[in-house]
């Protein structure tokens, strides 16, 4: 294939072509914008800053806390203010849900980083 395309992000495939103004893989369906290739040369996008409700930077690992109560979507229960969360990951989640965590008493979900404060 062109070797001038980068391979793709999710599942590495080298087999990207351009459609349009995206890069799409056939293997695994995802399309991207060519303009968030990064210079890197690894051809994966760079790294983004994921920063809390407060402006504090989050990495993985963390330990946070709720800055709001929060209603748990197909449930009566509520996620109260100031309930930690303890080693959180960072993803790209659904919509922009960025944070993949188990809330203690919830279980595993995904939380905004807006309604979060790092300790």
């Known amino acids: 294939m062109n070797d001038s395309l980068p ?5 590495s495939s080298e087999y990207t072509y351009e459609m349009g103004a995206l890069l799409v893989c056939p293997e695994c369906a995802h399309e991207w914008a060519a303009s968030a290739e990064t210079d890197t040369g690894t051809g994966a996008p760079g790294p983004a800053v994921v920063k809390d409700a407060v402006g504090n930077v989050l990495a993985d690992g963390d330990t946070v806390t709720v800055v709001k109560d929060l209603k748990v979507k197909g449930s009566s ?3 109260k203010v100031g309930t ?3 080693g959180i990951r960072l993803v790209n989640g659904v919509g922009d849900h960025d944070i993949d965590c188990k809330v203690d008493g919830v279980g595993p979900m ?3 980083s807006s309604v979060v404060k790092k300790i």
């Open 77 to 79: 229960t509520v996620i």
């Open 7 to 11: 391979p793709c992000p999710e599942c």
């Open 84 to 86: 930690k969360v303890r």
């Open 110 to 112: 995904q939380l905004k």
